[in-house]
């Protein structure tokens, strides 16, 4: 029991840790000082959803649906590319004071909601991660899986909470225009790398799969 919930920690946290768009908009928010916390627990309860979904037999579903990862992939891969987009036009706005938080316009929560909602379920990555990797390693637990879904859980709870935070605390030196400016050139590179890379995996598999039929 104890070995299935620390497995889950462990993974749940290497799955975690690279710089994603949820963890990006985690860290913005934080800086923001705009409801970081609901932030970060929306990003844990999906996680939640997710992980539970692959351990419990979704993992197989979607890797045995080709078309359904493909459109999943290619809605992420606009998202993304939209995302990194608008965070390069803040880094390359020509009046740094637009970076001061005195004049950033406050988003209302809703408008939060829905973005943490799109940066975590249209991001194919976070499916692939927990629902795919995690859900196949999971399910090797067998009768201990619920234990191990817990321990992923776990890491996620930590992992978000503790980014909010502290983004919350370095608040006052990542807000100044130049830590600004550099956070947004990293988001927007990051965003970027990952929609080019989504999209080669895509059409890589588009074409197996078309000379799988054609042969």
Request: with cysteine.
């Amino acid at each position: 029991m104890l070995v299935a919930y620390f497995q889950g920690i462990i993974l749940g946290m290497a799955m975690i840790l690279p710089i994603g768009p949820q963890n990006a908009f985690v860290l913005s928010q934080g800086i923001r000082r705009q409801y970081p916390v609901m932030v970060a627990a929306l990003c844990a309860m999906s996680d939640a959803v997710l992980i539970s979904l692959g351990v419990f037999g979704g993992g197989a579903l979607l890797a045995q649906s080709p078309v359904l990862l493909q459109v999943v992939t290619w809605a992420g891969v606009i998202f993304l590319v939209w995302y990194g987009w608008g965070a390069f036009r803040e880094a390359f706005k020509p009046n740094p004071d637009t970076f001061s938080m005195d004049n950033q316009t406050l988003h209302t929560r809703y408008r939060i909601i829905a973005t943490v909602l799109a940066v975590t379920w249209l991001n194919p990555h976070v499916y692939l991660d927990t629902v795919v990797v995690l859900g196949s390693l999971g399910e090797q637990f067998g009768d201990l899986r619920l234990w191990f879904v817990i321990g992923a859980v776990t890491a996620s709870i930590i992992w978000f909470f503790s980014l909010a935070l502290l983004a919350v605390w370095m608040a006052p030196w990542l807000q100044k225009s130049q830590a600004q400016r550099g956070i947004n050139l990293v988001v927007g590179t990051v965003m970027w790398v990952i929609a080019i890379q989504l999209a080669r995996h895509a059409l890589s598999g588009f074409l197996t799969s078309t000379n799988i039929h054609l042969g």
